[in-house]
């Protein structure tokens, strides 16, 4: 029986797109065909690693906009700062010590990937701790969402980290500040920018089916994206991912390869969440969601492959011979033109948040 170890190409593509947020698009990316260079394109020339302006409040702008927040810009800020600060919690914490914060700061896929996080810590490490005392969360409210008698209500919100790079959360509740969570969150691709967005006094219109003026519909745009990096064979798309899309396949291609005498090598990315929407100021829109990734391992008569120590973590199986699967959640920030623009993936995270095999 011949074994191979195989990598955790969740975690693996993960370094990758740190890598990116560092240095751009990486060598290849311009070593693609020219058809997937025409539709990935590079890296925009703004620069994201600073904070953005959110627009102003002035009461008699916000009577022309005809339009009024959910909740005031003084509730949004104390709501997002509580939210953020729960989340460093949960960053400083260590099992079952963060149950309790998880709760308070995050919902849906957000709390699964922060309670894998926290269980992968025993390979990859602890993080920094912060000190919230000498170092408090300071939120930018960049969107909050127009009354319109629909739920969830939604905050759009910013923070730059201490290397100075911007990340992006959405936070959902249903009125009370205490029903608010983080929905979704994810770092900024290098060279990106999320745009303008209406006063947040007069709050930003928010997409809840259909495409109206955009494109395209949000889910589409993302379940066709999803479609794009699946592996071996994914299908075309006219979308500008700032390096993104290149290096996940090319990650899954390396993988592939190792494991080819071993083993069939597939990945598979559908959407996962509901999509959350907001309308900027021109028209267009920004939307957010999580795919779930799948990558699974179809394991050859008398082979046998070696997981990682991340596949161990969740599941203690030392030796495969049948089938593997590891599970990704990809949180994906995208832009949707009006026009025939092509969309841009602004902002993305990946985290491994189970596996199993035999």
Same mark, same amino acid.
């Given at each position: 029986?011949k074994?191979?170890r195989?990598?955790a190409?969740c975690?693996?593509s993960?370094?990758?797109?740190i890598s /990116?947020c560092?240095d751009?698009?990486?060598q290849?990316a311009?070593e693609?065909?020219?058809? %997937? +260079?025409a539709?990935?394109g590079?890296?925009a020339t703004?620069? +994201?690693s $600073?904070?953005t302006?959110?627009?102003?409040d002035?009461?008699a702008? $916000?009577?022309?906009?005809q339009g009024? /927040?959910v *909740?005031s #810009?003084e509730?949004?800020?104390a709501? +997002?700062?509580?939210?953020?600060?729960?989340a460093a919690?949960v960053s400083?914490g260590?099992g079952?010590d963060?149950e309790?914060?998880?709760?308070?700061?995050?919902?849906?896929?957000?709390?699964?990937?922060a309670?894998?996080a926290?269980?992968?810590e025993s #390979?990859s490490?602890?993080p920094?701790?912060?000190?919230?005392?000498?170092?408090p969360?300071?939120?930018n409210?960049?969107a909050?969402s127009?009354e319109?008698?629909e739920?969830?209500?939604?905050?759009l919100?910013?923070?730059?980290?201490e290397?100075? &790079?911007?990340?992006?959360?959405?936070?959902?509740?249903?009125g009370?500040a205490?029903?608010?969570r983080?929905?979704w969150?994810a770092?900024?691709?290098?060279? $990106?920018?999320?745009g303008?967005?209406?006063?947040?006094?007069?709050?930003s219109?928010i997409?809840?089916e259909?495409?109206?003026?955009?494109?395209?519909s949000?889910?589409e745009?993302?379940?066709?994206?999803?479609?794009?990096?699946?592996y071996p064979?994914?299908?075309d798309m006219?979308?500008?991912t700032?390096?993104?899309?290149?290096?996940?396949r090319e990650? /899954?291609? %390396?993988?592939? &390869?190792e494991?080819?005498?071993?083993?069939?090598?597939s990945e598979?990315n %559908?959407?996962?969440t509901?999509?959350?929407t907001?309308f900027?100021e021109?028209?267009s &829109?920004?939307t957010?969601? $999580?795919?779930?990734r799948?990558s699974?391992?179809d394991?050859?008569?008398g *082979?046998?492959?070696?997981?990682?120590e991340e596949?161990?973590v969740?599941e203690?199986?030392?030796?495969i011979?049948s089938?593997a699967r590891?599970n990704?959640?990809?949180?994906?920030?995208?832009?949707?033109?009006?026009?025939?623009?092509?969309?841009? *993936?602004i902002? &993305?995270?990946e985290? *491994?948040v189970?596996a199993?095999?035999?």
């Open positions: 029986m074994s191979v195989f990598t190409i975690a693996l993960s370094l990758l797109l /990116a560092s751009g698009d990486s290849s311009s693609e065909s020219a058809s %997937t +260079a539709a990935d590079g890296a703004s620069d +994201a $600073t904070e302006e959110q627009p102003g002035d009461a702008a $916000t009577a022309q906009d009024v /927040a *909740m #810009v509730d949004a800020e709501i +997002a700062s509580d939210l953020l600060t729960k919690l400083n260590d079952e963060i309790e914060d998880v709760d308070g700061a995050f919902r849906g896929s957000t709390a699964v990937s309670l894998a926290d269980e992968l #390979v490490g602890a920094d701790q912060r000190d919230l005392i000498a170092d969360v300071e939120p409210v960049l909050i127009r319109d008698e739920s969830p209500m939604l905050l919100v910013q923070t730059v980290t290397s100075g &790079a911007p990340e992006l959360y959405v936070m959902a509740g249903n009370d205490d029903t608010f983080i929905v969150w770092p900024m691709l290098p060279g $990106t920018d999320i303008t967005f209406d006063r947040r006094s007069a709050g219109p997409l809840r259909g495409k109206d003026d955009l494109s395209q949000p889910k745009l993302l379940t066709a994206f999803g479609a794009s990096i699946d064979v994914g299908e006219q979308v500008k700032n390096g993104y899309a290149p290096q996940v990650a /899954a291609q %390396t993988q592939g &390869a494991v080819s005498e071993q083993a069939d090598y598979s %559908t959407l996962k509901q999509t959350y907001f900027r021109d028209g &829109a920004v957010f969601a $999580t795919l779930k799948e699974d391992f394991v050859r008569d *082979m046998e492959l070696t997981p990682p596949f161990l969740f203690d199986d030392s030796s011979t089938q590891l990704t959640y990809v949180s994906v920030a995208m832009t949707i033109p009006t026009d025939s623009d092509r969309p841009e *993936m902002a &993305a995270r985290q *491994m189970s199993s095999g035999s």
